[in-house]
């Protein structure tokens, strides 16, 4: 079936590092992607989001990478710190024609990020 | 201060007992979703509506319902039929449009005891 996964479950780095977060998708018809962190007991909070015509972003301190060949998107955050230990989602947009499907995001599983100060 | 409210932050419940969970926004979005979480899962999409007194299933309707009398609320019920209803339930509201993000609110952790 059409799924929003992750590669890895779990990513420990040391602070200051670059962390990269993988997500894999599978429904070519997704138009939307975003980047969701979630700290734990908490909802999760938008970091960033990237179109289906972009291949990259960048925000502060991060940025989202769309290969569209692969069906692959990556988050990669700069100088990694403390704070960013969180629980990292990607979520898929399905858009359709008929409109009813815009903003019913399909999350992916997770990846649980330590930092190690 | 915008934003979304979910109330309570913790519930317990019997077995057998219908329990309603509060969700509302003040930020002018037509479209508001139920997320369900469980441990070490991502979001699984409950119901959404994208305008008043309308909603839709998402991919866990069943045991659910909702209610959309109000741009700004959008109450969820878990009812008796839900056989596993112990989760963390997540309420989202957003912009009706192509690809705009959802804000969430801070959830309920549900326990049936």
């Known amino acids: 079936g059409e799924s929003v996964g992750l590669h890895l479950p779990t990513l420990s780095v040391q602070e200051g590092d670059n962390s990269i977060i993988n997500c894999a998708y599978s429904?070519?018809?997704?138009?939307?992607f975003i980047w969701y962190k979630q700290e734990s007991g908490k909802g999760p909070q938008f970091i960033i989001d990237?179109?289906?015509?972009?291949d990259k972003r960048q925000g502060q301190r991060v940025t989202v990478l769309l290969n569209k060949t692969v069906k692959h998107l990556s988050l990669q955050i700069a100088a990694t710190q403390p704070g960013d230990s969180a629980v990292y989602f990607c979520?898929?947009?399905?858009?359709?024609?008929?409109?009813?499907?815009?903003?019913?995001?399909?999350f992916g599983q997770g990846t649980i990020l330590t930092v190690h100060p | 201060d915008g934003g979304i409210t979910q109330s309570p932050k913790y519930l317990f419940r019997k077995e057998g007992q219908n329990v309603t969970l509060s969700c509302e926004q003040n930020?002018?979005?037509?479209?508001m979703y139920w997320y369900r979480q469980d441990p070490g899962q991502g979001l699984r999409l409950i119901y959404y509506?994208?305008?008043?007194?309308?909603?839709q299933k998402g991919d866990i309707a069943e045991g659910y319902s909702v209610s959309r009398e109000k741009k700004e609320s959008f109450p969820l019920t878990v009812t008796s039929a839900q056989k596993n209803p112990t989760a963390f339930y997540l309420c989202?509201?957003?912009?009706?449009?192509?690809?705009?993000?959802?804000?969430f609110g801070q959830g309920t952790r549900l326990t049936v005891v």
């Open positions: 509506s994208q305008i008043v007194n309308d909603f």
């Open positions: 429904n070519s018809a997704s138009d939307y």
């Open positions: 990237i179109r289906s015509n972009m």
């Open positions: 930020l002018n979005h037509d479209a």
């Open positions: 989202a509201s957003s912009i009706v449009g192509r690809g705009l993000e959802a804000f």
């Open positions: 979520a898929e947009n399905r858009g359709n024609a008929g409109g009813t499907s815009y903003g019913k995001l399909t």
